[in-house]
């Protein structure tokens, strides 16, 4: 994790002056503190912050994906969820076409997870419609403002990162597939630097609707075009027709807290709901480190039975002085390996994630929203925000956000203790995953009780949970290249 120095400057009072951010990478991180700096609230740093992010974290999010962002408006005391994620393909299809689906195998360090990449797996991006609306719901300064740290990156380039160095590694079958994206992703994976001049070309045009145009209006044709010719099943009226749902966020008690968190079609929040439901009913005080680690299991179990259903994700969390919260969750899933027409944008590959996918693939109906496991998360006491988290990781975000939220309720652990303690993740075949780090007694004891996998070092496998709270402290996940900064 990068923690970076904090810095303190003056403001018109009006506007927030002060504020503090965690999200998967430095560069994300400073990009959102320097709206925060020049006096942007809460979601102004968000939006900046995910533009920034399209760049400095290219293999886990992009304009090509989609995301979520859970806002809480102070001023107005009143919470909102803005659901930008994919839309299943195909409206207005006649049907026929053989999709072009590319399997990939994914190697982390313990464990191997298969993908599918090409034209067939993409599914219809809301990301940019979902940023541009959150920008003209919720943000105070120009658009200009918000993508000038993106352009700032793309005109310099961006160096790898240990953990950018290992995604760029695992993923670069699927970078290189196509010889624009094998030009950009070159030698990333050895510690070159990453630049995209179609993308700077496109972020270059600062107009929303010049944007929201290109993607999703008179250049829709021709993306149909290129997907038919191509075993693509992405339509014109699919990207004309997408809309940003705005809903009321999911809230539930646990002790005392106010917990918002996703809603339906998506599920991620209702598997938190679950499992803290179990946890609300358990004595938790009066258990000792086994019972609770066992405890632990029991909720991470009744989720995986609850829903047995990717991709690589981020998020980023910020708080502001005038107690504005931001909880964005973004993701490309584990990219498709092609390009939206000369934009520079890579498109997600979420068609082609089992996990989300547990009826068979391309079996759901046109123009429904896809379900996903990103939970983005604010936690309330007594009216007030407390904490702002959320998590990347596929299916372990479920488990990431359990053991973090119980680590700071229950546990009474600080922030940074609650993100770096060592995680365990029950997966849906029954087998528990486990970081280095738990005492030798709990390891004896779950290892009677379920077959294990022992990792030998932590990993982004166990997500990467990005947290700020109400007395602007905050940590980054380490497991994911995490920074947090205060302002």
Request: glycine fraction near 12%; include cysteine; charged fraction near 20%.
């Amino acid at each position: 994790m990068v923690e970076l120095q904090g810095c303190s400057m003056s403001f018109n009072r009006s506007l927030s002056d002060r504020g503090a951010v965690a999200s998967g990478h430095h560069l994300t991180t400073e990009a959102a503190c320097s709206v925060l700096q020049q006096g942007g609230n809460a979601f102004d740093a968000a939006i900046a912050g995910a533009f920034a992010a399209t760049v400095a974290e290219p293999c886990l999010t992009s304009l090509g994906g989609g995301g979520f962002l859970l806002a809480y408006d102070a001023g107005r005391a009143s919470s909102t969820l803005y659901d930008f994620f994919v839309d299943s393909p195909g409206k207005g299809s006649k049907g026929g076409l053989e999709p072009h689906f590319e399997p990939v195998e994914v190697c982390f360090a313990s464990t191997v997870q298969e993908f599918h990449a090409g034209l067939g797996s993409v599914a219809v991006p809301g990301m940019l419609k979902g940023l541009i609306e959150c920008y003209r719901d919720l943000c105070s300064m120009d658009i200009e403002d918000l993508v000038a740290p993106a352009l700032r990156l793309l005109e310099e380039g961006v160096g790898s990162s240990p953990f950018q160095l290992y995604l760029s590694r695992i993923l670069m079958p699927i970078l290189s597939m196509q010889e624009y994206g094998a030009g950009i992703f070159r030698g990333t994976d050895e510690g070159g630097r990453y630049y995209n001049p179609l993308y700077r070309e496109f972020l270059l045009l600062r107009d929303p609707g010049r944007w929201i145009d290109i993607v999703h209006g008179s250049g829709a044709l021709e993306l149909e075009g290129a997907m038919r010719s191509a075993g693509g099943l992405l339509t014109a009226l699919d990207l004309t027709e997408y809309q940003v749902a705005v809903r009321k966020p999911l809230v539930f008690e646990y002790r005392g807290h106010e917990i918002l968190t996703n809603c339906p079609p998506s599920f991620g929040g209702e598997l938190l709901a679950a499992a803290f439901g179990l946890l609300e009913q358990a004595e938790l005080e009066s258990m000792g480190s086994l019972e609770l680690a066992a405890e632990i299991v029991l909720a991470m179990k009744s989720m995986t039975e609850l829903r047995r259903t990717a991709g690589g994700t981020t998020h980023i969390s910020v708080i502001d002085g005038n107690g504005n919260a931001a909880s964005l969750t973004s993701s490309n899933g584990s990219n498709s390996g092609c390009y939206l027409g000369d934009t520079g944008v890579m498109l997600n590959n979420m068609m082609g994630e089992d996990d989300l996918h547990p009826g068979g693939f391309h079996a759901m109906t046109p123009g429904l929203r896809v379900g996903s496991m990103m939970s983005p998360t604010i936690i309330r006491r007594s009216g007030r925000v407390e904490i702002v988290l959320g998590s990347g990781g596929s299916k372990r975000i479920r488990t990431a956000m359990l053991q973090v939220i119980h680590n700071i309720i229950d546990r009474g652990l600080s922030v940074r203790e609650s993100v770096e303690a060592p995680r365990m993740h029950l997966d849906d075949e029954g087998t528990l995953h486990m970081e280095p780090g738990f005492d030798d007694e709990i390891t004896r004891a779950l290892f009677e009780r379920y077959p294990v996998n022992q990792w030998v070092s932590r990993d982004l496998y166990f997500g990467g949970v990005h947290v700020v709270n109400s007395a602007l402290e905050g940590w980054g996940d380490a497991r994911r290249g995490g920074a947090f900064r205060r302002v």
